[in-house]
């Protein structure tokens, strides 16, 4: 008997009718062949920063997500989060370590700082490693397409997917 993994997801706003009505807006058939689900994988950071100002140092936290399949970082807002039991199938398989990952978040964050205060400076920084977090995406495969949406954001991206014998 297959017990399923209990991971961390990122609350979302597009369910399975509203990826539907995503999709159907977007494509010139109403043959859908099939409708699935993926759960995508994440590093979540936490940044503790301090950065010299005239008057002391100042202090402040950057939270920080890094592609657990590509290792690109990115700043984040915060999110809110629920505790699912999902099958091993429905994961993409992380290809990064955290270590590497929390590498990657520091360097991100750097340069996002240097970028916002328009100056390289001397940051203080430690990073805290708040752990594994996943996004759900919903693909609609149709009969020379697939639709695959974001379940946050409802962006989409359509694949083009003509066979050939």
């Avoid at 017990?3 to 977007?26: M, R, T």
């Avoid at 409708?35 to 920080?64: D, H, I, Q, W």
């Avoid at 752990?131 to 989409?156: A, H, M, P, R």
Wanted: aromatic letters at 12%; a positive charge.
């Amino acid at each position: 008997m297959n017990q399923g993994n209990l991971i961390s997801v990122i609350e979302h706003d597009i369910c399975q009718k509203q990826a539907k009505e995503i999709a159907s807006n977007l494509v010139m058939t109403d043959e859908l062949f099939s409708m699935r689900y993926f759960y995508y994988p994440y590093f979540y950071f936490k940044a503790e920063c301090r950065m010299p100002f005239l008057y002391g140092r100042k202090k402040f936290t950057v939270n920080s997500m890094v592609d657990a399949c590509s290792g690109h970082a990115a700043t984040a807002d915060l999110f809110g989060t629920e505790r699912k039991i999902v099958h091993q199938q429905e994961l993409l398989t992380k290809k990064i370590k955290i270590e590497a990952a929390q590498i990657q978040a520091k360097h991100y964050v750097i340069d996002h700082l240097n970028r916002k205060f328009k100056a390289l400076n001397n940051y203080n920084i430690s990073m805290e490693a708040k752990g594994e977090t996943y996004k759900l995406f919903w693909v609609l495969e149709y009969t020379n397409q697939s639709i695959v949406i974001d379940s946050i954001t409802g962006d989409f991206e359509a694949l083009n997917i003509n066979k050939s014998a």
